[in-house]
């Protein structure tokens, strides 16, 4: 007798389908042969049974995946970003050289910025001067600051306005500048 078939009259010796009869070597051939009896219609059925499935078996449909978002996703650091405050500086009528103006050079984003570098430009940079400047040759972390100092220097006393910007690059970072002025007076 087969494994399966064993394990099938335990089953219904279990479950009471097969009623015992005395516990006499012929009464326990009988109890056998009823359970023998039923484990091979029970086979027929699963054979009948897997040969109907086969035939009307449907082709699975694939059905479309969607993408699966991790429980913790790994995100990249904010790259650096440069911003200077304030954006604009009017120094008012100068004679002679003018006060400080201080900007603020922030790196807002979540990565240190690249070797800053401050330079003067636009119409008239030479009437600026950078007086102190604690961004240039430094590298900004993640939400550090540094300052720089200009003021308007009034060596022709002619009574022109003067414009420049001050520029801070970084790369990663940005180029924020400032615009200056101011109006020199004879």
Do not use: W
């Not at 694939?62 to 790259?79: E, G, I, K, R, Y």
């Not at 004679?95 to 790196?107: A, Q």
């Not at 990663?172 to 109006?183: R, V």
């Amino acid at each position: 007798m087969s494994l399966r078939c064993a394990l099938v009259i335990s089953a219904l010796l279990l479950a009471g389908s097969v009623t015992a009869v005395a516990a006499t070597e012929k009464g326990d051939a009988d109890v056998a042969y009823a359970a023998k009896k039923k484990c091979k219609k029970a086979h027929r059925g699963v054979a009948v049974a897997k040969k109907q499935c086969k035939k009307k078996r449907k082709p699975v449909v694939p059905v479309p995946s969607t993408p699966v978002t991790p429980l913790n996703p790994v995100t990249s650091p904010v790259p650096a970003s440069l911003s200077i405050s304030p954006t604009s500086h009017n120094f008012g009528t100068v004679f002679g050289d003018s006060g400080d103006g201080i900007f603020t050079v922030t790196n807002s984003g979540g990565s240190p910025t690249g070797t800053l570098s401050t330079t003067l430009g636009g119409n008239d940079p030479g009437n600026f001067v950078i007086s102190t400047d604690a961004c240039d040759g430094t590298v900004l972390g993640a939400d550090a600051a540094c300052t720089v100092d200009v003021h308007c220097s009034n060596p022709e006393f002619n009574g022109v306005t003067r414009t420049a910007t001050v520029t801070v690059t970084g790369s990663p970072g940005g180029s924020p500048y400032a615009t200056l002025t101011c109006f020199e007076t004879t």
